[in-house]
């Protein structure tokens, strides 16, 4: 649980961005940055960072994970446990504020080594996108939050210097794989399910035994006609069935379900098998091919889009090494994470 509210934790959306001219240059602070004051928090490096900006930072990550999660534990959702080590939903938002706040403020003070800076009509979008927020938000947020659209463009300002940053350090780094490294073949399966059926009001039925009897002996009939035409997918639709095409290699299994990868691997190219047991029903799978040049091209862009942000992730990492960041806890303990900052209908809904 806690990899999931992670993902939904990180507010720093690094969106694409172009970076003009090359080599690493000068660049001048944002204008919204220059004159930043406040309740210091903490410090990375020389570099204070206030309190103003987490409690923003955390009302912001607190509606959305209300949003998120209020329909699975109610009212006392910041009480509830995140982990197995006991930590609370409560505790693991403010640590995802710190690391935010870690991550961005690291990337701008490297802004500089990268050239990095934004244009005026970039700082024009971010004063439009300042106002947008303000007016979009419900006065109670805001209010949580400390917003005001001076200190929203200020926060946006640094979003968007940090994701440029990111930007030019991805677009810097070339990581060499080769095409044999993110070479894949074809599979593919046909399942034929043992898991029921849903009405369209949501309301489940499980097979019967005759049922289930009857899907196992179409599968296996299945199977047999697939061998004789050696093309699974000209098999006939008597049966009923689902196909699905899947890349695999002997890396990945390209989210089948590894026991039909593996039995993928064990056959010839063009091989059909016998009908293969799972806790999801009965697969039938053929081996299509060793090398599918376009999947195997996705993965190659696949595999250096990943390699470029565990770069990326290392040079974080190693910056975070250099000038850890020191929490006044003091301080902290002032932002409390207890009560909804959104308004919930009596339905669960919110307003």
């Not at 024009?124 to 109670?140: D, K, L, P, S």
């Not at 440029?164 to 399966?189: H, N």
């Amino acid at each position: 649980m806690r990899k999931n509210l992670k993902k939904l934790g990180i507010l720093v959306v690094l969106a694409a961005v172009t970076v003009i001219g090359c080599g690493k240059r000068e660049a001048s602070v944002p204008r919204a940055l220059e004159q930043e004051t406040g309740t210091a928090l903490a410090t990375l490096g020389d570099e204070p960072i206030y309190l103003e900006e987490a409690l923003f930072y955390t009302r912001m990550l607190q509606e959305q994970w209300e949003y998120a999660y209020y329909e699975s534990f109610g009212e006392t959702l910041w009480q509830q446990e995140a982990d197995d080590s006991g930590q609370t939903l409560a505790e693991l938002l403010k640590s995802s504020v710190l690391d935010t706040l870690t991550e961005l403020h690291l990337l701008c003070a490297h802004a500089s080594e990268y050239g990095v800076t934004l244009t005026d009509e970039e700082q024009e979008q971010i004063a439009f996108r300042a106002q947008n927020f303000m007016e979009n938000n419900t006065e109670a947020v805001l209010k949580a939050a400390g917003a005001d659209r001076e200190s929203v463009e200020r926060y946006l300002t640094r979003n968007e210097l940090a994701g440029k940053v990111a930007e030019a350090i991805r677009a810097e780094y070339e990581p060499e794989i080769s095409e044999e490294e993110a070479r894949v073949g074809r599979l593919t399966y046909a399942l034929f399910s043992n898991t029921g059926l849903y009405d369209l009001e949501g309301n489940y039925t499980p097979f019967t035994e005759e049922e289930l009897q009857k899907i196992q002996k179409d599968a296996e009939n299945f199977a047999a006609l697939a061998a004789e035409l050696g093309d699974i997918s000209a098999a006939g639709e008597q049966y009923p069935h689902t196909v699905i095409d899947v890349y695999f290699n002997e890396e990945t299994d390209g989210g089948a379900h590894p026991d039909v990868a593996q039995k993928a691997r064990e056959l010839p190219v063009g091989g059909v098998s016998e009908v293969v047991t799972t806790e999801e029903g009965w697969y039938v799978i053929q081996h299509v091919s060793d090398l599918d040049e376009d999947a195997t091209a996705d993965r190659l862009e696949e595999l250096k889009e990943s390699a470029k942000q565990e770069h990326l992730k290392s040079l974080e990492d190693a910056w975070a090494e250099e000038t850890p960041l020191q929490v006044d806890e003091k301080v902290w303990d002032t932002v409390q994470v207890d009560g909804l900052v959104t308004e919930i209908g009596g339905d669960g809904t919110h307003s």
